[in-house]
């Protein structure tokens, strides 16, 4: 693990031998009522037919929030997430990568630990080195080990090589190639999480199709002024 400072961002690089897996940063992207409010639009959009039924009582909910994404996506500060957060994950430039999905998240109470798992087939199109989806979370709850984070696996062992807490409105991005997995939710409450998702611009098109076959119907594309 190490601290750097991106365009003035305090951004922590959680790593391995292939560069950094996940980034973590202190920054509030959103405020508190901004938070709330997509945290309730999510919630309440939860059981239309839309909703993609994920494993273990979780779900990605493609919310109406085109709205409060865009105004996210144009705001100053979102230059500095896709430098400080993402370009690192990619080692790429932010021209050569783009976001493709936005939507809810949504993990029930009761829900178990999920199995270790890529979101993306790794084993046909990619692997590892490639980092062909970069997911960025943004909690619109305070996580705890109670309510759950995101760990990062090693493929037959038990113990997580890190996990992530996340905090209120701070994002946080994961290389999706990772074998990974969301922690259980040990509460009564529901925790909900703002999922954005990029892609490299050159992806191979099997590539694009296994991203497409993990998240069904969750593409995403910036409305127009």
């Known amino acids: 693990m190490r601290r750097v400072t991106i365009d003035g961002q305090e951004v922590v690089h959680i790593c391995d031998s292939y560069g950094p897996g996940i980034t973590v940063s202190d920054d509030q992207l959103l405020d508190d009522e901004t938070c709330r409010d997509l945290r ?62 936005a939507c809810g998240f949504v993990v029930e109470p009761g829900a178990k630990k999920q199995t270790p798992h890529t979101d993306i087939d790794l084993g046909k199109d990619l692997d590892r080195a490639d980092r062909a989806v970069v997911a960025v979370h943004i909690p619109l709850d305070e996580t705890s080990d109670l309510l759950g984070g995101t760990e990062w696996l090693v493929e037959g062992k038990k113990t997580p090589l890190a996990t992530v807490w996340g ?18 939710n040990r509460t009564t409450e529901r925790r909900a999480v703002l999922a954005l998702r990029f892609l490299p611009t050159d992806l191979p098109s099997r590539a694009k199709d296994s991203f497409d076959k993990h998240f069904p119907g969750l593409r995403w594309t910036l409305p127009a002024d």
């Open 40 to 101: 309730d639009c999510i919630l309440n959009a939860s059981d239309d037919p839309n909703v993609v039924r994920y494993t273990g009582r979780r779900s990605f909910v493609p919310a109406d929030m085109d709205d409060v994404v865009a105004r996210l996506v144009r705001s100053p500060g979102w230059g500095g997430v896709e430098r400080a957060l993402v370009a690192p994950l990619y080692d790429l430039d932010p021209s050569r990568f783009k976001l493709v999905s």
């Open 167 to 184: 905090r209120r409105g701070r994002p946080y991005a994961l290389n999706a190639a990772l074998w990974h997995g969301g922690s259980g």
